[in-house]
């Protein structure tokens, strides 16, 4: 009988993974589990550029509206959902599906998560007191500082992360990247790796693109829903920080739209940076359907 296999699905935002998953699940007759921090969340959908109603409905999804925003998920409790997900799947077919673009989420299914060091707490304290007095900014000049090496390869957006990866540094005199070295849990399935790339140039059209659909289909309505939120980990992120300061009359409309391009380009940057990284992720062309079968058909075992 053949191993139960998941097949991963990574690469950046708007290289056309969804596109990819949706594929592989007719072709396969199976699930897809989404790896993305984001569209987990119920209430937000066109920011985080969520597969539609219809495909959501021809094909199942785990992860997606599967919690609400006021939750706070970490990678840990993706990793225990994505398990009993997979598990679910492979109880009637020896192939699953895992598509995303969060980094850290993969690895933790893929691998486990590393043991971290306790955090003082007055470090923790501080670190955020300063972050609500002094912002993003303060928040990356000190990372900058502390972890070099987070820095250069961090979610440089993201101020949860960037507060995590700078208590731990500062408590335990180490990068939080030191602690995300260490042994890898071995799974009882099979882990195929498939990337997604384009050209810089094609990436970027994708997602100027994407971003000015986003804005047709209603994003700022979306965001003006989520108002009551804003200050929540789960939209500290492209797309929404930038329309927040929209509404909140810090800039003009086309202003937010540029920097939401401008960041998203920063951000799939630092997905490829991350993604690089991995020796067993196998690169194709988002159009290379017929290539990645062929590929897949020698290494499902």
């Known amino acids: 009988m053949a191993k139960n296999t998941c097949i991963i699905i990574v690469g950046p935002t708007a290289v056309g993974k969804t596109s990819l998953a949706l594929a ?25 550029a969520k597969p539609t109603p219809l495909q959501l ?7 997606i509206n599967s919690h609400s925003i006021d939750e706070t998920v970490s990678a840990a409790a993706f990793e225990k959902y994505a398990l009993a997900a997979s598990n679910q799947i492979f109880a009637r077919n020896n192939i699953a599906i895992l ?7 993969v690895n933790a299914f893929c691998e486990g998560l590393d043991s ?4 003082h707490p007055e470090i923790r304290n501080d670190i955020r007191a300063s972050y609500e007095l002094h912002g993003l900014k303060w928040l990356q000049n000190a990372i900058q500082k502390n972890d070099p090496l987070y820095y250069s390869n961090g979610e440089m957006q993201n101020p949860q992360r960037i507060m995590r990866a700078l208590e731990v540094v500062l408590s335990t005199g180490n990068s939080i990247r030191y ?17 997604l790339s384009l050209p810089k140039e094609l990436l970027h059209q994708n997602i100027s693109h994407r971003v000015d659909i986003m804005l047709q289909e209603g994003l700022i309505d979306e965001v003006r829903q989520v108002v009551a939120y804003k200050n929540h980990n789960a939209l500290q992120t492209v797309g929404y920080k930038e329309i927040f300061e929209y509404l909140d009359g810090q800039s003009d409309l086309n202003s937010a ?9 920063h951000y799939a940057k630092r997905q490829l940076t991350w993604f690089k990284r991995d020796a067993q992720i196998h690169w194709f062309a988002p159009g290379d359907l017929q290539l990645i079968l ?8």
Request: positive net charge; hydrophobic residues 30%.
């Open 57 to 63: 409905n021809e094909v199942k999804h785990y992860f």
């Open 257 to 265: 739209t540029e920097k939401i391009k401008t960041n998203t380009r």
């Open 116 to 119: 971290i060091p306790s955090i």
């Open 99 to 105: 598509v995303g673009g969060t980094g850290l989420y």
């Open 179 to 195: 602690y995300q070295q260490g042994n890898k849990v071995i799974r009882d399935f099979n882990c195929i790796k498939i990337g």
């Open 24 to 48: 592989l699940a007719r072709h396969f007759q199976t699930d897809i589990i989404s790896a993305d921090s984001r569209q987990c969340y119920s209430e937000i959908s066109i920011g985080v």
């Open 294 to 301: 062929n590929y897949l058909a020698t290494h499902l075992v």
